[in-house]
């Protein structure tokens, strides 16, 4: 393929939201991604760098004292939050549409990712304990992700809406019983195709 593309290349910056369809709490993330798109006749190549940044996300556990002049029962916050980072390999088909105009297409992509859930418990670990304690974790592996993208032509390149679901990291023995398990990103994410040479519209596609 990138012998047929020679230089048909284009640059994709690419931002959105990421929404966990794993956990409650949902640990969401703003996504970015930098892509390189290799055209042939119906169908791109693509090489991708993708970063998860984390929105943080506070919630109540449980702790209890066996001091008897406090309250034995209370609660305590509870900051979760996840980032992941990503290199991808992927291919992106023509699937409806006029392939010099707008279209939909699909991609399947596969990669190395690193995911990191990162926690904070805030209370008086003095005189109280955790009923259900959390750790931080983090894990790298193999993940596949799978999408649908509108392109829309413009005067120079093409805008991108992107909806996009992604597996957990594999192969990973997760053994971990806390109260989170890791991400499986839906993201929602719009960008822009620059093309990187001086190829026309239609010798691109």
Not at 140 to 146: F, N, P, R
């Amino acid at each position: 393929m990138l012998l047929k593309a020679q230089a048909q290349v284009t640059l994709e910056p690419i931002i959105g939201y990421a929404y966990d369809l794993r956990n409650k709490p949902a640990l969401n993330q703003f996504n970015t991604a930098l892509q390189f798109a290799f055209y042939t006749n119906k169908s791109n190549l693509l090489v991708k760098l993708q970063r998860g940044w984390a929105i943080a996300k506070t919630i109540q556990d449980p702790i209890f004292t066996n001091d008897p002049s406090l309250p034995q029962y209370a609660t305590a916050d509870k900051t979760l939050s996840a980032q992941t980072s990503a290199i991808e390999l992927g291919l992106r088909v023509i699937a409806l549409g006029h392939k010099e105009k707008s279209h939909l297409s699909v991609s399947l992509y596969f990669g190395l990712s690193h995911q990191a859930i990162k926690v904070i418990q805030d209370y008086d670990k003095t005189n109280y304990a955790v009923f259900t304690p959390d750790i931080s974790q983090s894990v790298t592996g193999i993940i596949l992700e799978a999408g649908a993208e509108y392109t829309k032509a413009m005067k120079f390149g093409d805008l991108l809406l992107q909806l996009t679901i992604t597996t957990p990291p594999t192969p990973v023995k997760f053994d971990y019983s806390g109260t989170y398990k890791l991400m499986v990103p839906l993201s929602l994410n719009i960008g822009y195709s620059i093309p990187l040479s001086a190829k026309t519209r239609k010798d691109r596609y």
